[in-house]
């Protein structure tokens, strides 16, 4: 009896020991080489909108995309502050000569958030989905090259090993954003042909399991999304401590900017990005005595448009959007359009300042990417009215615009209700478009139903947006310029290009990825962003820059220009004894 004891003992010391230090070198973490944090408390971040889906396969919105990327993790990730890659999920990785392939090793002893192993199975059904044409996942353009995909293999259980049909430009870089998906969980779904089902917001906690700093606790309609340590993350820090350091990652949904820049003043939230410069300076004014800290981390890489409905799903379902069609299928109607907008003064009155009016896609805080020779355009009435005097359009004595038929211009702008900032946007551009005689309306819509008339049904006319890119590399925006692309709105869910410039884009985009020289392959990138502006199936119009701010106590805080600009390291934050711990 004595001995059992002796040795329940001892195997209770080695599981202990285990637990806080050999355990984890067996295991293969990565370490956090930052400042060392405490554990505790929660941070409190607020939501415009509601996510639409958990399912790391699905999303397309950006309140899906922050809360899936705190529970889910890739194999290589790109550091959104300084914007260069770093070993994750896999710890190293190897190229081929020929730069053809890309051998992974795995991290061993690695486990989902629900306690179960990972290994090379999970990587390698992980890209099946994201590859599989029926699952019509939003990633899968960004594993073709020139058409075709990426393939991946097991080489054993901790070795996996990637191949391209050719050389890949954007190298390991493409591995940042595949969330490795559990196989025992989602396998089962996947063969039925079910998994873009899985994981919606009604789903029980204990049926999502990811790989990253937070896993699922709560899920309040309307209110709040909890999430909650992973026991099972794999990074440590240099005192051999589990990352993160955090309780909770609460979600609270908030009707608007206003509202959210309210919660914070209050304390209710603890952190805050995506500031509006008007909110931004007021919240400026009481800094000091209210405890917080703000932060302008300079140009990001978001960019404002305005989309006009290209789709050819319309006629006989929308019979007036098709007749208003006719006119933005119009090059000169496009690029009158373009020029009546008075760039500068947006910039000036929606941003206070702190942005940059836009010429193409590619913002100014890009700078390994912008096209310098392209300036954004600067406002002409004289010649927007020319381009549709030339088109065929005329006015009536009250200066209103007909077209060729007699008919009033007028159509509509959709915009996201709780976005202030684009509502405002959408409102220079009714000023604007009125001196050229068109008479436009706003139609505000809460976000899903925004977002579902844009790519769902195709029932708008114009729309207000903003796209921003998880990377400063092409490679991301792969899925909104190819023409067969899950986001290329303008015309979304076409097989084949419907036009020969779209062509012409498809093939500088298939060619930029395997072309390795980078000053070739900006060639390449700058001729796309130049026919884009040259067509305009958008209109660029303004990037702001990145706004934050978070209280003063919130330790490991920075800010970055890639999305998700304050949670991109929420496993490193932290609040320290001495400050506020929420």
């Not at 204990?206 to 999304?225: H, S």
């Not at 290009?497 to 884009?505: G, L, N, Y």
């Not at 990145?546 to 390291?569: E, K, M």
Request: proline letters at 6%.
């Amino acid at each position: 009896m004595r001995f059992s004891r002796k040795i329940h003992f001892l195997w209770t010391i080695l599981f202990s020991v285990v637990g806080r230090g050999w355990g984890q070198e067996a295991a293969d973490f990565a370490r956090f080489e930052g400042e060392p944090g405490q554990r505790g408390g929660k941070l409190v971040v607020a939501q415009r909108a509601e996510p639409k889906t958990l399912n790391p396969v699905a999303p397309v919105d950006r309140p899906s995309r922050d809360v899936i990327q705190r529970m889910t993790a890739d194999l290589i990730h790109i550091n959104r502050y300084t914007q260069k890659t770093e070993p994750a999920l896999c710890k190293s990785w190897k190229a081929s000569p020929d730069g053809k392939s890309f051998t992974l090793k795995l991290r061993r002893g690695v486990r989902f958030s629900d306690g179960v192993p990972m290994d090379a199975d999970d990587v390698v059904f992980s890209f099946r989905v994201y590859l599989d044409e029926n699952v019509h996942s939003p990633q899968r353009d960004l594993l073709l090259i020139s058409g075709k995909p990426i393939s991946v293999e097991k080489l054993d259980a901790y070795t996996v090993r990637f191949l391209f049909p050719s050389p890949y430009a954007a190298a390991e870089r493409v591995f940042d954003g595949f969330a490795i998906l559990p196989r025992h969980l989602l396998e089962k779904d996947y063969a039925e042909g079910k998994i873009m089902q899985d994981w919606s917001l009604a789903t029980s906690p204990e049926k999502i399991a990811g790989l990253g700093p937070f896993r699922l606790k709560q899920f309040v309609a309307g209110d709040r999304i909890v999430l909650e340590r992973n026991p099972y993350y794999w990074r440590v820090d240099t005192k051999g401590e589990r990352l993160p350091y955090l309780n909770e990652l609460i979600f609270l949904t908030v009707p608007n900017q206003d509202a959210e820049v309210v919660r914070f003043q209050a304390g209710d939230t603890q952190a805050i990005s995506g500031l509006s410069a008007e909110n931004f300076a007021n919240l400026a004014k009481m800094q000091q005595s209210n405890g917080y800290k703000l932060l302008d981390a300079g140009p990001g890489l978001e960019y404002n448009f305005l989309l006009f409905n290209l789709n050819d799903d319309t006629e006989g379902r929308y019979p007036e959007i098709a007749r208003r069609q006719h006119w933005f299928e119009d090059l000169s109607f496009r690029q009158a359009v373009s020029f009546a907008i008075d760039r500068a003064a947006m910039v000036r009155l929606v941003f206070g300042g702190r942005g940059a009016p836009l010429a193409s896609q590619v913002t100014p805080g890009n700078k390994l990417w912008v096209d310098s020779a392209l300036q954004a355009p600067v406002q002409s009435i004289e010649e927007a009215k020319n381009l549709l005097r030339k088109s065929g359009f005329s006015w009536k004595q009250d200066g209103g615009l007909i077209d060729r038929q007699g008919g009033p211009v007028e159509f509509t702008i959709l915009v996201n209700s709780s976005n202030a900032q684009r509502a405002q946007m959408a409102a220079l551009i009714q000023d604007d478009l009125k001196k050229i005689g068109m008479n436009v309306q706003i139609v505000s819509l809460e976000f899903r139903s925004w977002l579902d008339r844009i790519t769902k049904s195709h029932e708008y006319e114009t729309a207000l947006m903003g796209l921003g890119s998880p990377d400063v590399d092409p490679t991301p925006g792969m899925n909104v310029w190819v023409s067969s692309g899950q986001t290329h709105l303008w015309h979304l869910g076409e097989k084949k290009p419907a036009t020969p410039w779209e062509a012409e884009i498809d093939r500088l985009m298939d060619k930029q990825l395997i072309t390795v020289n980078y000053r070739e392959r900006k060639k390449l990138y700058d001729r796309v962003q130049e026919i884009i502006a040259e067509q305009k199936p958008m209109i660029f119009l303004a990037s702001p820059n990145i706004l934050t701010g978070a209280q003063s106590a919130l330790r490991n805080f920075r800010p970055a220009i890639i999305d998700n600009y304050i949670l991109w390291n929420a496993d490193e934050l932290y609040w320290p004894d001495h400050g506020r711990t929420p």
